[in-house]
């Protein structure tokens, strides 16, 4: 029984945790508030922003995340004097993603439901996040598989919301980049070392980026917007992931291409 405890996170405590995003969130449901646009006009250009009470929730639930996290990882016996930083990066970003479509859907058992998948995916984030703080853990493997498949899967929710909303360049081109950096280089690190690919995740989140941009005023559904980008971040973090275990670039590089035009021939026939 004990050694179960030393992998698994107290329920008191993601309990907690758990219930205080998703309440966060609920009470955007609640309280009605005015909208505010923040602008800025210059020379041949114009910036307006919706502020709304939803965004700032987010905003609120993702920093619970990040000190909630915080909170449930320094409670391993395995962490030690090592930083917790890599461990609070997926949890945040998972709320800050789910955080775009329960704002996007309607009242009713649509939000309800988008709501209870919510809750699911916080509470895998936190417990996958948590097992991974020791990699002799004995469900290391699978709790690295399940962040590296949650990862992606935030992405693809964050493109196809962004698409949704209807964003505009200018907002569409950061939020890709970052995101996309922030993922790729979570799931390099995942490989038990503790090497970080700055280099490699930048260069993912630039061809992301580009490709989006491209994309953008393309006549594409949701879906197809986000599985056109998807499919590139997946085989180039795979394709890194394999010229760091010193791979050859012939034998590396067929898989991310299988995958790019899976992805892209899903999005042709989607239509």
């Given at each position: ?37 923040l602008t800025?006009?210059l ?58 479509p ?162 892209w ?7």
């Amino acid at each position: 029984m004990q050694e179960n405890r030393s992998y698994l996170p107290s329920t008191n405590r993601i309990g907690m945790l758990i219930a205080s995003v998703l309440l966060t969130f609920a009470l955007t449901r609640l309280i009605q508030s005015p909208r505010f646009t923040l602008t800025i006009t210059l020379p041949g250009f114009y910036f307006a922003y919706p502020l709304t009470l939803g965004a700032a929730m987010t905003v609120l639930a993702a920093a619970l995340t990040a000190t909630g996290m915080d909170w449930l990882i320094r409670d391993h016996p395995a962490l030690g004097k090592k930083p917790n930083l890599e461990h609070l990066m997926l949890p945040t970003l998972t709320t800050f993603v789910i955080g775009a479509p329960l704002a996007l859907l309607s009242n009713g058992s649509v939000w309800w439901i988008g709501f209870g998948f919510s809750a699911i995916l916080l509470s895998s984030v936190f417990l996958a996040e948590y097992i991974t703080v020791d990699p002799s853990a004995p469900s290391y493997g699978f709790a690295r598989a399940g962040l590296t498949a949650l990862a992606y899967a935030l992405f693809l929710i964050l493109a196809t919301s962004l698409r949704f909303s209807g964003v505009r360049m200018f907002l569409l081109v950061p939020v890709i980049f970052i995101v996309a950096a922030l993922i790729s280089l979570r799931i390099l690190h995942l490989d038990g070392t503790d090497r970080w690919d700055f280099p490699w995740a930048i260069g993912i989140a630039f061809v992301c980026t580009q490709i989006g941009a491209g994309l953008h005023y393309w006549p594409l559904t949701p879906i197809q917007f986000g599985l056109a980008l998807t499919g590139p971040l997946y085989a180039l973090t795979m394709l890194s992931a394999s010229v760091a275990e010193n791979i050859p670039l012939r034998r590396a590089a067929p898989g991310p291409a299988i995958i790019v035009g899976l992805a892209w021939a899903s999005v042709i026939f989607l239509r």
